[in-house]
């Protein structure tokens, strides 16, 4: 996931924090407007990351299962 934060124009203390997904192999980009300082906008886009992940899970595919060896059961 990679973020940009860009400070809206003629705005004071105004971001536009933008996460993006193509690096994880999804097509999708989220977005959303925030105030306060830049280090907050910063923060702020790894929840908007969270979210959408939470809110688009079925875009994101499941971590690989580890098969299980019987043999190593009998061993612990």
Do not use: C, S
């Not at 923060?43 to 908007?48: D, G, I, N, Q």
């Not at 990351?49 to 059961?73: K, T, V």
């Amino acid at each position: 996931m990679k973020h940009v934060i860009e400070l809206v124009a003629n705005e004071t203390n105004k971001w536009i924090v933008t996460v993006d997904f193509n690096d994880e192999g999804v097509d999708a980009i989220a977005q959303n407007e925030v105030r306060g300082t830049e280090d907050q906008a910063h923060a702020y886009a790894m929840t908007l990351a969270r979210d959408f992940r939470e809110n688009h899970a079925d875009l994101f595919p499941p971590p690989p299962i580890e098969e299980h060896d019987p043999m190593m059961e009998e061993i612990l």
